[in-house]
C-alpha cells in the first residue's frame, strides 16, 4: 500500500514539473509602447572635461550631460520600464550586468539588472574613477578604481533605482536599476521598449526617468495577446 | 490529553509572542569591552545632550541645523549632523558598505570630528557612552537585518625607512589622492571645489598642512583605516582592493609628512634627506601653519 502511495505521488510530481516547464517556455503576451515627454526639457551641456586630457582627447566634439537625452519625435531614451507588480520574484540570472566607465563617461548611462545579480563595474580609462552608487536601500559603498585594477564584482540584494556618480569627475552620472524580476526593458533613441514573453495576467507598469520620476500603469494580458502603454512626461526646462 | 494540547498551545503562543521581544532586546544593547550600553539609559541621555542636532528622530534634522541655501541663511550648523537612520558611518573599522562596531561609534563619542560640530563627549563615563551607542543603533532598522562588518585587517607598522616615504609618495600620484587633496595635500585638487556628500552637501577634502589630527583618530593605525575602509557618506572612497597592505603603510608614512605643522618621526626623516627637505621648504613657505590664507 505504502509503496502505491509513492508512485501516485511521483507521479504527480512529474505531471507538475512536465506542465511546469511548458509554462517556462516563452510564449504569453506582449506589452510594447513608446516614451515621449511634452514641454521644454532642460538644455543638455557640453562637459568641460579639460581637468582630464586623457578623456578629452577621446572626443572631437565635447560630449553633452545626459540628464535627459531625447530623440526625434519627442521620444524619450534611457527609461526604465519594468513591472512593478503582478509577476512574481525571479531568481537572478548567471550571467553578469556590466558597467564600464569609459571616456568619463558611464556605458551604459543605465544599467538595469536583477536583485542579486552580479555587477561587474569596469574601468577602461587611464585615469582613476570612484565609484560612489548613492543606495537608500541597499548599502552605500564607495570604492577607488585606477587605470589597470581588475572589475569591482558587487551584488545587491533590495531592489531600488540607485544613482551612481564619480565624486572626481562632478559629470560622471549614472542609474542602477536593480528590479526583482526580468521582465524590463530600457527606451531607445526612438523612446520605445518591449516587454515580450509575459503569462497572463494582472500587472502594473512603471516607467522611471532619472529627472522626471516615475509613473504607473495597469494592464491585464490574457493569453498571447499584444497590448500597447505608452508614457508621456511632462519635461521641465530647468 | 485534550488540556495537555490546549496548554502546549498555549506555550508555543507565549513562545512567538515573546521571540520579538528577544529579539529587540539583544539590539537594545552595545558591548564595548566589559561594559554593556542599554538603551532606555543612552535614551535619556541622548535626549539630554544630542537631540539639539540630531533631532528627535536621530535623522540629523535638529533644530541646531539649517541646510545650506535655507532661511535664515544657514547661521547654524554648517555640517549636517549625523543621521542615524540611514546608519551610514564615516568611522569605521570595517569594509566600505557595511555597518560598523560598537567600539567605532563608541570611538567616535569620545573623539569628537574634527571640522564639524561634533564635540568630544570624553566628560561622560564609559557607561554613559555605551548607553549612547546602544540607544543610537535604535534608530535604524540596519541594525535588526546586518550585523557590523568584520573589522578590516590591520597589519604591524614596518619600520619607518625614507624608501618608506617615497615610495608612499608614488603612491600619492598613481592613485590620484591629488585630484581632491591636492599636490601638496592642502586639499585644493582639482576636483576639491566640486565635491558634495551623500546629501548634496557641499564637503571639502582634509587638509594635511592645516593640522594633526584626521577625522577619524590621531595615529597611524587611524590614518591606514581612513583610507582602507573609506569614509562612507562622502567622497572619500575605499583602496583596499587597490592598494596591498606594506603599500598602505608606504602611504601612511608620507601622508604624515604633508602634515608639516605637526612634529613627527616621518617628517623629521623626510627632512633630513636632500628631496624631502627641498620638498618640505618649498610647502612652508606657501601656507601659514593654521591653513589660513590658503586658497581652498
Redesign the interface.
Known amino acids: 500500500m505504502r509503496g502505491r502511495c509513492k508512485d501516485v505521488l511521483l507521479a504527480v510530481v512529474v505531471v507538475i514539473s512536465a506542465s511546469m516547464m511548458i509554462s517556462a517556455r516563452p510564449s504569453g503576451g506582449t506589452v510594447s509602447g513608446k516614451i515621449t515627454y511634452e514641454g521644454t526639457p532642460a538644455k543638455q551641456k557640453p562637459i568641460d572635461m579639460s581637468k582630464e586630457p586623457t578623456c578629452a582627447k577621446q572626443y572631437t566634439t565635447p560630449p553633452t550631460t545626459e540628464t535627459v537625452v531625447t530623440g526625434p519625435n519627442n521620444a524619450l531614451e534611457n527609461v526604465v520600464v519594468y513591472i512593478s507588480a503582478g509577476a512574481p520574484d525571479e531568481a537572478a540570472p548567471s550571467k553578469a550586468a556590466v558597467f564600464t566607465q569609459k571616456g568619463c563617461r558611464y556605458l551604459p548611462h543605465v544599467l538595469a539588472f536583477q536583485v542579486n545579480q552580479e555587477l561587474n563595474v569596469l574601468n577602461d580609462d587611464q585615469t582613476s574613477h570612484n565609484i560612489h552608487p548613492l543606495a537608500k536601500i541597499n548599502r552605500e559603498w564607495n570604492k577607488s578604481q585606477p587605470p589597470g585594477s581588475p572589475p569591482i564584482v558587487d551584488k545587491y540584494d533590495k531592489a531600488e533605482m540607485i544613482a551612481v556618480k564619480c565624486n572626481i569627475h562632478p559629470w560622471m552620472h549614472g542609474t542602477f536599476a536593480v528590479l526583482k524580476n526580468s521582465h524590463y526593458a530600457i527606451s531607445g533613441q526612438d523612446g520605445a521598449f518591449t516587454l515580450p514573453n509575459l503569462p497572463p495576467g494582472k500587472y502594473t507598469i512603471t516607467a522611471f526617468h532619472e529627472s522626471y520620476g516615475d509613473q504607473s500603469q495597469d494592464v491585464t494580458i490574457s493569453g498571447s495577446e499584444a497590448k500597447t502603454v505608452s508614457f508621456t512626461f511632462k519635461a521641465k526646462p530647468y | 490529553m485534550r488540556r495537555m494540547n490546549v496548554a502546549k498551545c498555549l506555550a508555543g503562543i507565549a513562545a512567538l509572542l515573546a521571540a520579538p521581544l528577544l529579539v529587540s532586546g539583544q539590539q537594545a544593547e552595545s558591548h564595548i569591552g566589559k561594559v554593556n550600553g542599554h538603551a532606555d539609559t543612552g535614551k535619556q541621555l541622548y535626549f539630554r545632550y544630542c537631540w539639539g542636532c540630531h533631532g528627535f528622530r536621530g535623522n540629523g534634522s535638529g533644530e541646531n541645523w539649517m541646510p545650506t541655501g535655507s532661511y535664515p541663511d544657514s547661521p547654524y550648523l554648517n555640517i549636517q549632523p549625523r543621521d542615524f537612520v ?1 546608519a ?1 558611518f564615516k568611522c569605521r573599522s570595517t569594509p ?3 555597518l560598523p562596531t560598537d567600539q567605532d561609534l563608541y570611538n567616535s563619542l569620545v573623539r569628537g570630528l574634527i571640522n564639524s560640530n561634533m564635540p568630544s563627549w570624553v566628560t561622560l563615563t564609559d557607561q554613559n557612552r555605551a548607553d549612547l551607542v546602544a540607544y543610537i543603533k535604535s534608530f535604524s532598522e ?1 541594525w535588526k537585518t ?1 550585523k557590523a562588518g568584520a573589522e578590516i585587517n590591520v597589519p604591524a607598522e614596518p619600520a619607518l625607512t625614507v624608501q618608506s616615504i617615497q615610495h608612499g609618495k608614488e603612491l600619492f600620484t ?3 589622492c591629488w ?2 587633496h591636492g599636490p601638496e595635500g592642502r586639499g585644493d585638487g ?2 576639491a571645489s ?3 556628500d ?1 546629501n548634496d552637501q557641499p564637503i571639502r577634502p582634509y587638509n594635511f598642512a592645516a593640522g594633526s589630527r584626521f577625522k577619524c583618530g590621531t595615529t597611524n593605525h587611524d590614518l591606514y583605516k581612513i583610507f582602507m575602509t ?1 569614509l ?11 592598494i596591498k597592505p606594506d603599500e598602505a603603510w608606504d602611504l601612511v608614512h608620507y601622508l604624515r609628512t604633508l602634515q608639516i605643522s605637526h612634529k613627527s618621526p616621518e617628517l623629521a626623516l623626510w627632512e633630513g634627506t636632500k628631496e624631502g627637505a627641498e620638498i618640505v621648504k618649498a610647502q612652508r613657505v606657501r601656507g601659514t601653519p593654521t591653513g589660513s590664507g590658503v586658497n581652498q
Request: net charge negative; glycine share 10%.
Open positions: 540611514t551610514t566600505t558598505g557595511t540596519r546586518d598613481k592613485l590620484e585630484k581632491c582639482p576636483s566640486t565635491l558634495t551623500s573609506g562612507d557618506g562622502t567622497p572619500m572612497p575605499s583602496f583596499a582592493d587597490v
